[in-house]
C-alpha cells in the first residue's frame, strides 16, 4: 500500500503502546512488559530519556519519594542500574546523559520492549470511546500501529490532543519558564551558598532569574546551568521556534556575565547546549480526578492512590523564581488512580508531566522520580485492560512498588539492605570528591552512605581546573 509514493508500513497486536520514551514511558512500557505483555515504545527522538537526555537534565531529584525505598518497582530498576556511573547527593541522583540512555535502553530491552526511535506520532484513529490506532512518520515512512490500549507519555499530551481529549491548556505564566541547559568548564571552586547569597544581589541579564541554579555532574568537571529561561507556550509550533532561538542568544549573554561578575567564573567555557528546549509543562489532561491546588494545600485524602507526589508547588515563575501563588507545603501527596484516566476514551492513560492536574500546581507532579511512578502506574493498569483499584493495588504491591504517601510515611526510609549491597558491589571504584559539608537533609544521607568510599556527597562545588 502507498501514501504519498512512500511506502506505508503498519504492525498490529500490541497489548500496550506508549508514546514518548521520557522517565513516563520508560515506567509505563517497562511495568506493562514485566507483566509479559507485547508493548511498543516509540519517541520522536534517538532513544529513551526525553528531558533526561535530550534535553540535557540527568539529574533525577527527589528519589527519596518512594520508601522502600527507591528500591521497588520500576525506578529502583533505574536507579540500580545506574548507580554505578551516578553521584548520589541527599535525595538527588546525578549521572549523564549517555548513562541514562543505555541504562534505559537495555532495562527496555531486556524485558522484551519492542522500540521505534526517530518516529513521531502524526494521527491518530477514534471510533467511539476507544484508540484503535496511530500513525506515526519515521524515516521516510508512514506507519501506523494498532494496540489495544495506549499510554499518552508524550509530556505535551499529543497523543491525547489528537484523540481530542479535552485538555487543560496552561498559559506561559502558569506553565513555568522553559529552560535551555548549557554545560561550562574552567570554573574555579566556590561555595554553592555563598555564590547562590552573592547571585541573589547582582542584577542578571533577565528579569526571572534571582536564583542561582547549577549542579556538578558526578565526577566530571562540568557544572550544568540551569539559568536561562523564557516563557511562552510550548504547544504552539511557533513559539517553540522563538523560544529556542531567544534561549541560545540568552545563553551567549549570560556566559561573558558570569565570567564579569564571578571571579570563579572568569575562565569558564561552554563545552556544550542541549539539543532541545526543556518545557517543564505545557498541557494536562481533563481527567477523572483533576488534582488542584487545594488538594495539595489542604492534603485532601486520596481513596486510590497510584503514585506519590509532592505538596509543594509554584517555582520557575516567568518573572522571578517563585510565583505569586508558590505554596512550599512540605510533604508527599498520593496521586490518584483517576489522574491517569479520562471519561473520554476507555482504553488510555496519561503518565508523567501531562496527567490531570492545574497547570499551577504542575510541580507537584513533574520531578522525574514522580513521573517514572505514574508511568509505572500508567503501564501496569494498560496491562491489564485497566483493572479494578483493587486489582491494580495488588499487581503493583506484588511487584514490590510504594505508591501510597501514608505507606511511605508509616514505613518512612526502611532500607533494603539486599538491594544497597548488590547496588555496593557494582559500584566501581571512582576518585573522592572533596567534600567541606555533609547533605542538609540528613536524614536521607543512608544514600550518600551507601556509596562511600566511592562516592562522597558534597554540598560544595568541587575544585574544577580547565
Ligand atoms: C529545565 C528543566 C529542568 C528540570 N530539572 C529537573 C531536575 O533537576 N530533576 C528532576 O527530577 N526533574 C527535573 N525536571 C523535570 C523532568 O525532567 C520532566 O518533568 C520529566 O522528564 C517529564 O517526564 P515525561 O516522561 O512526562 O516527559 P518528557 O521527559 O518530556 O518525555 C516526553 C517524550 O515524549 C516524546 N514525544 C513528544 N511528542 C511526541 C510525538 N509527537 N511523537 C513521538 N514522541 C513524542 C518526546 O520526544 C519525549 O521523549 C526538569 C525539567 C525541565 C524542563
Redesign the pocket.
Known amino acids: 500500500m502507498a501514501a504519498n509514493n512512500i511506502m506505508a508500513q503498519s504492525s498490529s497486536d500490541y497489548d500496550v503502546l506508549v508514546?514518548?520514551?521520557?522517565?513516563?514511558?520508560?515506567g509505563a512500557a517497562l511495568s506493562a512488559a514485566t507483566l509479559g505483555k507485547r508493548v511498543l515504545l516509540?519517541?520522536?527522538?534517538a532513544g529513551?530519556?526525553?528531558?533526561?537526555?535530550?534535553?540535557g537534565?540527568p539529574?533525577?531529584?527527589?528519589i527519596d519519594s518512594f520508601d522502600g525505598s527507591v528500591f521497588g518497582g520500576m525506578l529502583a530498576k533505574l536507579i540500580d542500574e545506574l548507580a554505578p556511573d551516578a553521584t548520589i547527593v541527599g535525595n538527588?541522583l546525578t549521572t549523564t546523559e549517555d548513562r541514562i540512555q543505555l541504562a534505559m535502553t537495555r532495562l527496555l530491552r531486556s524485558a522484551g520492549v519492542e522500540m521505534l526511535f526517530y518516529?513521531?506520532?502524526?494521527g491518530v484513529t477514534r471510533e467511539n470511546d476507544r484508540i484503535r490506532d496511530i500513525s506515526?512518520y519515521c524515516a521516510g515512512h508512514n506507519l501506523t500501529f494498532t494496540a489495544r490500549n495506549f499510554v499518552d507519555?508524550?509530556?505535551?499530551a499529543?497523543?491525547s490532543r489528537l484523540t481530542n481529549i479535552p485538555v487543560i491548556h496552561g498559559s506561559p505564566d502558569e506553565t513555568m519558564?522553559?529552560?535551555l541547559?548549557f554545560k561550562i568548564i574552567g570554573v574555579e571552586h566556590f561555595d554553592k551558598s555563598d555564590l547562590k547569597k552573592r547571585f541573589a544581589e547582582k542584577c542578571f541579564p533577565y528579569p526571572h532569574q534571582d536564583n542561582f541554579m547549577g549542579?556538578t555532574l558526578g565526577h566530571s568537571n562540568q557544572l550544568l546551568l540551569?539559568l536561562s529561561a523564557v516563557s511562552g507556550d510550548a504547544a504552539d509550533p511557533w513559539d517553540l521556534t522563538r523560544m529556542d532561538i531567544e534561549l541560545r542568544e540568552q545563553i551567549d549573554v549570560i556566559v561573558p556575565w558570569l565570567r564579569r561578575e564571578f571571579p570563579e567564573f572568569r575562565h569558564c567555557e561552554v563545552v556544550s547546549v542541549a539539543p532541545?528546549?526543556?518545557?517543564?509543562?505545557s498541557c494536562n489532561i481533563v481527567a477523572l480526578e483533576t488534582i488542584r491546588c487545594t488538594d495539595l494545600d489542604e492534603d485532601t485524602p486520596v481513596a486510590e492512590p497510584v503514585a506519590i507526589g509532592k505538596r509543594s508547588y509554584g517555582e520557575?515563575y516567568i518573572k522571578q523564581f517563585s510565583s505569586p501563588w508558590q505554596s512550599n507545603a512540605g510533604g508527599f501527596r498520593s496521586i490518584p488512580y483517576g489522574a491517569l484516566r479520562t471519561a473520554a476514551v476507555s482504553n488510555l492513560a496519561a503518565?508523567?508531566?501531562?496527567i490531570g492536574i492545574e497547570s499551577s500546581a504542575i510541580s507537584a507532579v513533574?520531578?522525574?522520580?514522580?513521573?517514572i511512578g505514574?508511568?509505572q502506574a500508567a503501564g501496569f493498569a494498560a496491562a491489564l485492560d485497566f483493572p479494578s483499584y483493587a486489582k491494580l493495588r495488588e499487581v503493583m504491591k506484588a511487584q514490590k512498588c510504594v505508591f501510597a504517601a501514608e505507606d511511605f510515611r508509616k514505613s518512612n526510609l526502611k532500607i533494603d539492605m539486599e538491594s544497597l549491597n548488590e547496588i555496593k558491589k557494582r559500584s566501581r571504584k571512582r576518585p573522592e570528591i572533596q567534600s567541606k559539608s555533609t547533605p542538609q537533609n540528613g536524614e536521607y544521607s543512608y544514600l550518600s552512605t551507601l556509596i562511600k568510599p566511592n562516592r562522597r556527597c558534597t554540598n560544595v562545588v568541587p575544585k574544577i581546573t580547565k
Not at 508514546?19 to 520508560?26: D, I, L, M, N
Request: with cysteine.
Open positions: 508514546v514518548g520514551a521520557g522517565p513516563s514511558g520508560f516509540i519517541d520522536r527522538n529513551p530519556g526525553g528531558v533526561a537526555v535530550f534535553a537534565c539529574v533525577f531529584a527527589g538527588t518516529a513521531t506520532l502524526t506515526a507519555a508524550t509530556g505535551d499529543v497523543l519558564t522553559k529552560t541547559f549542579t540551569n532541545n528546549i526543556g518545557v517543564r509543562a520557575h503518565a508523567g508531566r501531562c513533574r520531578l522525574m522520580p514522580v513521573c505514574t508511568g
